[in-house]
């Protein structure tokens, strides 16, 4: 499986990830949030693609949602605000 990040503006992002069934997502990271995080350690492209690997650990890529803020995975698995702002 493959994961590559687009950065399509400030905020926004093109997640393509390619596997058994290729899907595309557009994924959101304010820089609120970031800043509340990751106090912007990590540029936004590698949060969002930790945040996908993290996603995938779970559950596959075509039951990931095709549009999102990143606020949302926390509602979906409580542990990741936790584990993401230990990342370096």
């Not at 800043?35 to 996603?55: G, H, M, T, Y």
């Not at 549009?67 to 605000?81: C, H, K, S, W």
């Amino acid at each position: 499986m493959n994961v590559e990040v687009e950065t399509i503006g400030d905020n926004d992002f093109l997640v393509k990830v390619s596997a058994a069934t290729s899907t595309e997502h557009r994924v959101t990271l304010t820089d609120t949030y970031w800043e509340q995080i990751w106090n912007r350690r990590l540029p936004k492209k590698d949060v969002v693609a930790r945040s996908f690997a993290f996603l995938l650990e779970r559950e596959p890529n075509s039951s990931i949602l095709r549009t999102f803020d990143l606020p949302v995975i926390q509602r979906y698995f409580g542990e990741y605000e936790g584990k993401a702002a230990t990342w370096k």
